[in-house]
């Protein structure tokens, strides 16, 4: 793999990132409040964000041992078009009929995938880099995602001020993911990076 393969890679692979944690970030907080808003009892929002941690361990279980069958950036693919799938389910939690069926698919499709970038993404990195330069560079990723995911709080804070609803909010966060998942499909490995 030449210098600018494994360096697009790179780029590509932290742009992912930093879409998704804005995107996660940006639903993540105001599940709660979007919920109560949308009249389910406070006990009921509770337990579906709640539920929203469960699902994400068994996600990091079940992609974990996905990816050692398909391959980290199949799975991490896979992942993410459910996450973004899951992502645009939330909108219709607040429907008269769709609600709690939505919600809970929301629940199932989002939490089990949001976080995935943080568990599958360092071991793409390292088939990627090899031991030289892995910290440092992987430090330089972390730091990008951590400045872009505090981003998703005040976007979403941002739009519910001047909307007063958290539907566009939301539904740029799923577009963000869109994004992500498109990104995510341009990475290529055309073979590893001599490591050393």
């Not at 590509?12 to 979007?34: A, E, R």
């Not at 390292?126 to 440092?136: A, I």
């Not at 976007?155 to 566009?168: A, F, I, K």
């Not at 577009?175 to 073979?191: E, K, Q």
Request: hydrophobic share 55%.
């Amino acid at each position: 793999m030449t210098r600018d393969s494994w360096e697009k890679a790179y780029w590509l692979l932290t742009l992912v990132q930093m879409l998704v944690g804005i995107s996660y970030m940006g639903i993540y907080y105001f599940v709660v409040p979007y919920l109560l808003g949308s009249g389910y009892p406070s006990h009921a929002a509770s337990r579906l964000f709640g539920a929203i941690g469960i699902a994400a361990m068994a996600g990091f279980l079940a992609f974990g041992a996905l990816a050692e069958r398909i391959g980290a950036k199949r799975a991490l693919a896979l992942g993410l078009i459910f996450c973004t799938a899951g992502a645009f389910l939330i909108l219709p939690a607040d429907h008269s009929r769709l609600g709690m069926s939505a919600a809970i698919v929301f629940v199932l499709a989002w939490g089990a995938t949001f976080s995935l970038p943080s568990q599958l993404t360092p071991v793409l990195l390292w088939e990627l880099l090899g031991p030289r330069h892995f910290g440092l560079l992987f430090g330089i990723n972390n730091l990008l995602i951590g400045l872009a995911s505090s981003l998703g709080p005040l976007l979403t804070g941002h739009l519910y001020d001047s909307t007063q609803s958290y539907t566009v909010a939301f539904r740029v966060c799923a577009l963000l993911m869109v994004i992500a998942v498109a990104a995510m499909l341009m990475v290529r490995f055309v073979s590893p990076r001599k490591h050393g």
